[in-house]
């Protein structure tokens, strides 16, 4: 069974960072490329970052510069580095598995973390 453990958000003023975690398990992690995702209120889930499994990485535009992702396959956990985070990065974020489309892999998802960004 798959499962998607998120962590790390939290309430940070503008400019500030945070470090995300998921912890993963259920699906073999390491063959798998990862993302983040995130949804704000009133809007639909999109996509922020991919790890490709070989470690290529590849970010929204709206985060570029500012977001890092990484992996830990040893550990089944990817992150997400924000940094200089704005008020419009204020959303629940999600990992999945993701496919090259980009699209998340799984149908079923964590509980996800809250990032709030006040200004």
């Known amino acids: 069974q798959v499962q998607l453990v998120e962590s790390g958000g939290g309430l940070v003023q503008a400019g500030g960072s945070l470090r995300l975690s998921c912890a993963a398990s259920g699906f073999s992690f390491s063959s798998n490329d990862m993302g983040w995702f995130r949804q704000a209120p009133g809007q639909e889930r999109e996509f922020v970052a991919v790890?490709?499994?070989?470690?290529?990485?590849d970010s929204a535009d709206s985060v570029k510069g500012r977001f890092t992702i990484s992996r830990d396959n040893a550990k089944n956990t990817v992150y997400l580095q924000m940094d200089s985070l704005k008020p419009e990065d204020t959303a629940v974020y999600y990992c999945n598995a993701i496919l090259f489309t980009r699209a998340p892999l799984f149908g079923s998802w964590g509980q996800g973390t809250q990032v709030t960004v006040s200004s």
């Open positions: 790890i490709r499994s070989a470690g290529k990485i």
